[in-house]
């Protein structure tokens, strides 16, 4: 029997989730081991394996693509399995920078704040295969930058773990503040699209 119940698993298929590189799959099991060890990861990919069969970390190859599907599958047997909440997935993003072997390969090109948030939809792109993120609003003076995550129905689980992601990389490039990210709109809310507002004050 799964432990991700069967409501969430028949939501999760009806998903046009397009396909994921590898390297997310990779990034998000390497939070587990991290966070909780080695002996509570390998039981994560126990119980993948019962959930999904083809679905193997141990597998999976970093520039591979891979049913998008599978990103939330592991997003919602983390939930299931730890007994997640909205907060302990904006941690997981926030420390996926530092293990993302596509990040540290693009870090080098990021100069700046505004070349960062002018190359996010190149870098979506780069893990995503569908969805489209656009750079809404860059005003440094009022101190607030918008994106928008169109043509791609995340699941909420994403949704929290993209909050902390963009905090993370806001926070890369603006030093001595502090960053606040809010979801203002999102589809599983009725609206068209995801819309990440980041603020930020002065310490």
């Given amino acids: 029997m799964s ?12 998903l046009k989730a397009g396909k994921v590189r590898g390297e997310a799959l990779k990034t998000d099991i390497k939070y ?4 909780k060890g080695g002996k509570e990861a390998e039981k994560i990919r126990k119980e993948m394996l019962k959930i999904e069969p083809e679905f193997d970390y ?16 592991s997003l919602s047997l983390f939930k299931n399995y730890f007994n997640w909440k909205e907060e302990d997935f ?14 540290k390969t693009m870090l080098r090109y990021f100069v700046s704040l505004e070349k960062i948030c002018r190359e996010a939809s190149t870098y979506w792109r780069k893990h995503w295969s569908i969805g489209d993120m656009k750079l809404v609003e ?20 994403l949704c929290a773990s ?4 963009i905090k993370r990389l806001a926070e890369m490039s603006i030093k001595d503040s502090i960053v606040k990210v809010e979801e203002a709109l ?18």
Wanted: charged share 25%; glycine share 6%.
């Fill in 58 to 73: 141990n597998n999976i190859k970093g520039m591979a693509w891979y049913p998008g599907r599978w990103a939330f599958l």
């Fill in 32 to 35: 587990i081991e991290s966070l």
């Fill in 90 to 103: 904006i941690k997981m993003g926030y420390a996926s920078p530092s293990n993302s072997f596509i990040f």
């Fill in 3 to 14: 432990i991700i119940p069967k409501k969430d698993l028949e939501q999760i298929n009806k």
């Fill in 186 to 203: 999102c589809p599983y809310r009725g609206d068209k699209c995801h819309r990440f507002e980041v603020t930020w004050q002065d310490k």
């Fill in 162 to 165: 993209l909050k902390g992601y």
């Fill in 138 to 157: 860059f005003s440094p003076q009022k101190k607030k930058i918008i994106f928008e995550l169109r043509n791609f129905k995340s699941h909420p689980n």
